[in-house]
């Protein structure tokens, strides 16, 4: 691969044109830097010949972030350097680093740092190949999210190269319009994480139900009350219904994680993973019966739930809600090939005011009136879900689209949220214009013009132009 | 009613661990370790068999008192009893000190109809101490084993997957069986077991209760192969691809390992 220059688009760089979005787009040049120095040339250069720059990561997301429409592709992925781990006097861990670093690079770097206490990175969005400039700017924060909370919390502080060629150092105060700012705004080039002792005890649990009725009213109570004690919290909770069980075990031939993993029981109808951290085993344990009771009166057997710990065992677990994500991914792809219309078709909103139980009813049954294919997982807490569409054809996909929007429109009438962590890119774009207030609008563009007034970020992003 | 007995072992999570540059002792301290992944299968067999047949499942495993983390692991799965091994005198144990020990325990328990061992451990990696255990306890012993045929009242039928060929084997009980990786997929513990697993009593035995109480055949002591040297495998770069026939190639290789050594 050609470093340090500014290379004409050919057919050798066409992987670089989608994502996991699987939209296709176009440039005229990509460049792969791998300093900051490096990346201040390059802006340089665009900026003189008043061409656009579509940053990219692990183009790892399904919005469409980096996909290019014009102009030039920044890929930041050479720029995975860890540049030093600072113990500070009021005891917080942190770390500098490049923002093309991926999530697993990042895992085993911190694994190997040299400190007292075994230490983490909170953020876990399911893909292990996402960056972490990608994961900021999108402001993923994966399954753990319901304990950690949001991603800005584990930032310090960012290195932003500015559209009039300056650095800026944005502190942890005045962060918030970088974080899921989809790259609008400058190019991330360090980025300063915030690190946190790793909990001495997880546990995974998945329980299975054999019945929609049963699971929907356990996953309700769950996000209803707080099991926490001293000593442990319920760190994640996930549902994942039946299609998207299969449509993971369809897929298990390729993916060596899961080939360890016994198959599910085929009268299961859904399964909820839950994640316990903590300190004290015993506490662990007890949090542990305390949802084995309750999950035991929603008729679930707890003979048959899994439940593991350590670190190879968890990895595992959620090496299965993970490849939720991925195996659609996959599906998608597929079915793109003979139909070339067809992109990812996702929701990630995310309604407080309404049950769980009455949000997955809802979507079902609207599923079922259009005639449509799906399969839904996400975070029970917040009702965070991700109902993925599975058009067979263009006329299914647009139908799908337009359940989307409505869904979308639904969501913003009970103020919920329609983008939470997948970003809004061009895919989700048209929804989100159509959906959210004028006055976030109005906020994004004073922004978008005071610090990117050329335009020369990220261009047919999240606005209309 | 069958009685079976599984054999298992606590191992390094990674290949991080560092080697006593003496004794060519595996340093376990402060490594994560793990259940050895080739025991597993052979877990869920001994617990499938009783399934079928009805019986119980007795696990052993030879190590520190941490050792007995893998015991509780097996209790998740749905083991019967679990039994430690474990005294100072048993430290440092090869092939022959470990199989040796085992036959010890094992005798010491009870007597039981079947014992099931997993390929290898992902440390030692010899895959010999199954062997050897036969050996010692002095009843049949089948490796590579692929499929569990059928189970009859005095004896089992096994499938053994040679080089070339599938083998079916009948043979009474007593007998030793080690089981391939792909025999069956292990099963993810039961919460209910996991919970349960923390108050289940885990029998430890010292060279106390073994029949031969004779520490020099235990351990460092009992065993046979002493390690001269350990280093670091060479990187090499090339990987030159030659063609020769099977001779040739066998007296190619021993030149080498006798200029390494």
């Known amino acids: 691969m050609e470093k340090r220059s500014i290379i004409p688009m050919s057919e050798k760089y066409w992987q670089y044109l989608s994502d996991e979005s699987k939209m296709l787009g176009e440039a005229e040049s990509i460049s792969f830097p791998e300093s900051e120095e490096e990346v201040l040339k390059i802006v340089a250069k665009m900026r003189k010949d008043n061409i656009p720059i579509t940053v990219q990561g692990g183009k790892t997301g399904i919005a469409g972030c980096a996909v290019p429409l014009r102009g030039h592709i920044l890929n930041l992925s050479n720029m995975t350097q860890v540049k030093a781990f600072i113990k500070t006097d009021t005891g917080d861990r942190l770390l500098k680093v490049s923002p093309g670093i991926t999530l697993l690079e990042l895992k085993k770097t911190i694994n190997k740092l040299k400190d007292k206490e075994e230490l983490f990175w909170p953020p876990d969005p399911t893909e292990a190949s996402a960056t972490v400039g990608g994961i900021v700017s999108c402001d993923a924060k994966g399954i753990c999210s319901y304990l950690y909370g949001d991603t800005r919390n584990y930032i310090e502080q960012l290195r932003v190269v500015q559209s009039d060629g300056t650095i800026l150092e944005v502190s942890h105060e005045e962060m918030d319009k970088y974080i899921g700012g989809e790259g609008m705004l400058g190019i991330l080039t360090e980025i300063t994480l915030r690190l946190q002792p790793k909990p001495k005890e997880i546990w995974g649990i998945s329980f299975f139900f054999e019945n929609k009725h049963d699971v929907l009213c356990f996953a309700q109570e769950l996000s209803k009350k707080e099991q926490n004690i001293t000593g442990a919290c319920v760190a994640a909770i996930e549902y994942m219904d039946r299609a998207t069980i299969d449509i993971i075990q369809e897929r298990k031939e390729m993916m060596t994680k899961l080939q360890e993993l016994p198959d599910v029981d085929t009268e299961i109808c859904a399964m909820v993973y839950i994640e316990i951290h903590g300190n004290e085993e015993e506490s662990v344990e007890q949090i542990a019966e305390i949802l084995m009771e309750l999950a035991e009166m929603h008729n679930s057997n707890a003979d048959k739930a899994w439940a593991v710990s350590g670190d190879i065992e968890i990895e595992k677990m959620r090496a299965f809600r993970h490849a939720a994500a991925e195996s659609t991914n996959l599906l998608i792809e597929k079915t793109r090939q003979e139909e070339p219309s067809i992109t990812k078709l996702s929701t990630d909103m995310c309604i407080e005011s309404e049950s769980f139980k009455t949000i997955v009813t809802k979507y079902e049954e609207d599923l079922k009136k259009e005639g449509l294919k799906a399969c839904i997982f996400g975070h029970i807490y917040g009702n965070h879900l991700h109902v993925n569409i599975l058009p067979q054809n263009d006329k299914e996909y647009k139908k799908g689209h337009a359940l989307i929007e409505k869904w979308a429109k639904e969501t913003a009438l009970k103020k919920g949220k329609i983008v939470t962590e997948h970003g809004v890119g061009k895919l989700k774009k048209n929804i989100f214009l159509k959906t959210a207030s004028r006055e976030i609008i109005n906020k994004i563009l004073v922004l978008k013009n005071r610090y990117d007034p050329t335009r020369m970020w990220n261009p047919d992003n999240m606005i209309e132009e | ?261």
Not at chain 2, 31 to 37: A, R
Not at chain 2, 142 to 151: A, M
Not at chain 2, 168 to 197: D, G, M, N
Request: a positive charge; aromatic letters at 6%.
């Open chain 2, 1 to 261: 009613m069958i009685k079976i007995a599984v054999c298992i072992k606590q191992v390094p999570a990674y290949s991080e661990g560092e080697m006593d540059p003496k004794t060519g002792v595996l340093l376990r301290g402060g490594l994560t370790s793990v259940l050895n992944i080739y025991d597993l299968p052979a877990i869920e067999t001994a617990l499938r068999i009783k399934e079928e047949k009805g019986g119980e499942v007795d696990v052993f495993t030879m190590g520190p008192p941490k050792a007995s983390d893998v015991i509780r692991e097996a209790y998740a799965m749905g083991v019967d009893r679990g039994y430690l091994l474990s005294d100072r005198h048993f430290s440092g144990a090869d092939v022959l000190a470990t199989s040796y020990t085992l036959m010890q325990g094992i005798t010491s328990v009870s007597h039981y109809d079947l014992i099931l061992c997993g390929k290898q451990t992902t440390d030692g990696d010899t895959g010999q101490v199954s062997g050897a255990l036969a050996k010692w306890l002095n009843i049949p012993y089948i490796n590579w084993v692929t499929k569990i045929v059928k189970l009859e009242k005095d004896s089992i039928i096994i499938e053994q997957m040679m080089e070339n060929e599938e083998v079916t084997i009948k043979t009474k009980y007593p007998c030793l069986v080690s089981v391939e990786q792909s025999i069956f997929i292990p099963r993810i513990p039961s919460l209910k077991l996991k919970i349960a697993a923390k108050k289940k009593e885990i029998k430890v035995l010292s060279l106390s209760e073994m029949q031969d109480q004779n520490k020099n055949h235990y351990g460092l002591r009992g065993s046979a192969t002493k390690v001269e040297k350990i280093f670091p495998p060479t990187k090499v770069k090339k990987r030159p691809i030659v063609h020769k026939t099977g001779i040739e190639a066998a007296s190619d290789i021993f030149k080498i390992i006798q200029q390494i050594k």
